[in-house]
């Protein structure tokens, strides 16, 4: 599915948020960084694909809540110039072994770089934002991005925000909500956002909502 921007309302952003993150999320990652980077989770293949072929050859591409790796390491493997990043210092440590490099401790609100990057890859992660945060987030990543960047996230669909059974805070959005955080300013005047049905690491059957953007 293809949202215009036109026919939906841009919820009020109000000041730039301070913190964007969950507490006993964070807890629950740094807990278990070990066993969740050691998955042998393979890259996203069929999004990731899609995300470099929008990119320039080389662009430079900050990945957020890189978790093992594996995404960061197929990016850079194509010759992109990727900056990985996770917000739990254990996980980063696990995916900086596995890559080699240095990866950055970031949280999604000490977002500050401007016309900085081709591409902000944002796979599973953005979810944990709480929705009163999120579009504040989203914008920081407009802003982070160069005229006709691309940014790539994905989402746990739903109607209402909540905690899964390890007690990880999910937003849980519906198309049309998601639509709405990012606005209708400063994109190309579409969202893409198509859903599919797949898993995570409860292994839970679970709707995901894959989000393109480009800056305008």
Known sequence: MT???????TPAIGAIVREAK????????SNE???????????????????MARLPAGGRVLELGCGAGQDSEAMLAEGFDVTPSDGTEAIAAAAARRLGRTVKVLLFDDIDEIDAYDGVWANACLLHVPREHLPAIISRVQRALV????FYASFKAGEAEGRDRFGRYYNYPSPEWLAGAYGDRGWNGQIEI???????????????????????
Request: net charge positive.
């Open 3 to 9: 949202i215009s921007m036109a026919c939906l309302r």
């Open 22 to 29: 969950d507490q006993e999320t964070i807890r629950f990652y």
């Open 33 to 51: 960084a070990e066993t969740y980077t050691a998955r042998g989770q393979p890259a996203s293949r069929h999004r990731l694909h899609d995300f």
């Open 147 to 150: 005229r006709g960047g691309v």
């Open 194 to 216: 198509t859903s599919r049905r797949g898993s995570g690491y409860d292994r839970q059957p679970t709707d995901w909502l894959h989000v393109f953007a480009i800056k305008a």
